[in-house]
């Protein structure tokens, strides 16, 4: 028996996951080679309550909405933001973030080349940023991956990666520490 329901999406139990898994799917609608998305996350029931129109051009409520879409009311909401500033490094643009009240959590998708664990120990120690990041685009064991990297503002997190070379739903592993750095990050933009 499959864990897809009719729409592909993996089911999940908690809501920050099936928001995660809704924005990597969404992603990975868009193909690979696209810049980095950041999304603000809102609480679904709050959102169809305090913005009814906005609730009812994203399919949430009204006479267009999918009775089937599988979005419970106590979920999240993803709702993309502005294209992120070009040439301004991730870490800065992340540092600039203030997010207002009614914004439970955030989401960043990001394709990034990873080597595995085995090739630590050839990384050369002596190359600035962008000779290190031509090395690895070199290494014959990279992977291209798509890390989709989701916080609430009480502290909780998720991340769903995805292979290039794997490149399905049910290929996407999923956890809340796949990658602390970019969570860590992300957190940091609700306390500011």
């Given at each position: 028996m499959s864990n897809l329901p009719l729409d592909g999406t993996p089911l999940a139990a908690s809501p920050l996951t099936r928001a995660v898994l809704e924005i990597d799917d969404y992603a990975s609608g868009l193909g690979w080679d696209q810049p980095a998305r950041l999304f603000a996350l809102v609480d679904t029931a709050q959102l169809q309550a305090d913005e009814p129109e906005l609730a009812e051009r994203l399919g949430l409520s009204g006479p267009d909405a999918d009775p089937d879409a599988g979005r419970p009311s106590a979920?999240?909401?993803?709702?993309?933001?502005?294209?992120l500033p070009d040439g301004l490094p991730l870490d800065e643009f992340l540092g600039t973030i203030a997010w207002p009240d009614a914004v439970t959590g955030c989401a960043l998708t990001v394709e990034r080349l990873m080597l595995p664990p085995t090739a630590e120990g050839s990384v050369p120690t002596d190359l600035d940023?962008?000779?290190l990041a031509a090395w690895v685009a070199r290494h014959p064991e990279r992977q291209e991956v798509r890390m989709t990297v989701a916080v609430l503002r009480d502290g909780e997190r998720e991340a769903a990666l995805r292979l290039r070379e794997k490149d399905a739903a049910t290929e996407v592993l999923t956890g809340s520490d796949l990658v602390p750095g970019l969570a860590e990050a992300l957190t940091a933009t609700f306390t500011g």
């Open positions: 979920g999240l909401t993803p709702v993309e933001q502005d294209e940023e962008e000779a």
